[in-house]
């Protein structure tokens, strides 16, 4: 006996479909106009393999999902691809000034960038015979107050003397300068990428 597939038919409505006498359960035809009852009838798919109750599209541009198109968060391929140069030119003046602790971090941020860089991106097409969207005023960014203004700087200053100083200090001092970077650059990554 073969089993009922389930996928494509469902059980007979208890009504006939012939004449619309109320069937009994226990009875093979209808009583009134004795009309076979058919315990499972085939019925339509309910959808063709998509997500039940999302868009298909039917023309017209289609939006997706790319690496390579520019989107309203990522790069185009000419962006892309200067920015994965630009990050690779800063290996050549490492290798010739002999930044060996860059070329030990740089696989590390390279990733980071990289990762950033080739993110896809949603790509909703223009449609050319819609018309275009209402622009909204964006608000401009408040200014800086003069304590955040001071930390800012103050950050900078501290961050390029820390760079400096690991680059052309004695060798104490880069000593130091590696011990406070190897302490703060996990909690700024930690805060920036992985606490979201």
């Given amino acids: 006996m073969r089993g009922a597939d389930i996928s494509r038919e469902m059980t007979s409505p208890r009504s006939c479909r012939k ?15 004795y009309e076979p009852v058919t ?12 997500f039940v109750g999302s868009p298909i599209p039917t023309g017209g541009h289609i939006p997706h999902w790319s690496r390579w198109e520019k989107s309203a ?25 002999g930044g060996f602790m860059y070329l030990i971090t740089f696989p590390i941020a390279a990733a980071v960038v990289l990762r950033a860089v080739w993110a896809k991106g949603w790509v909703v097409p223009d449609e050319p015979e819609l018309p275009p969207l209402p622009v909204t005023e964006m608000t401009p ?16 200053r501290l961050g390029v003397g820390a760079l400096l100083l690991f680059a052309y200090g004695p060798v ?7 011990a406070l970077a190897a302490s703060v650059l996990p909690w700024w990554f930690f805060r920036v990428y992985l606490d979201r």
């Fill in 19 to 33: 004449c619309g006498e109320t069937l009994l359960p226990d009875l093979p035809w209808c009583p009134q106009c």
């Fill in 73 to 97: 968060t990522t790069f185009g391929p000419v962006g892309r691809v200067v920015a994965t140069m630009l990050l690779f030119a800063t290996l050549l003046p490492a290798i010739v000034s």
């Fill in 141 to 156: 960014p408040q200014p800086l107050t003069s304590g955040e203004q001071t930390w800012r700087i103050a950050r900078w």
């Fill in 39 to 50: 315990q499972f009838a085939a019925r339509a798919p309910l959808h063709h393999g998509d």
């Fill in 172 to 178: 104490p001092a880069k000593a130091i300068v590696l």
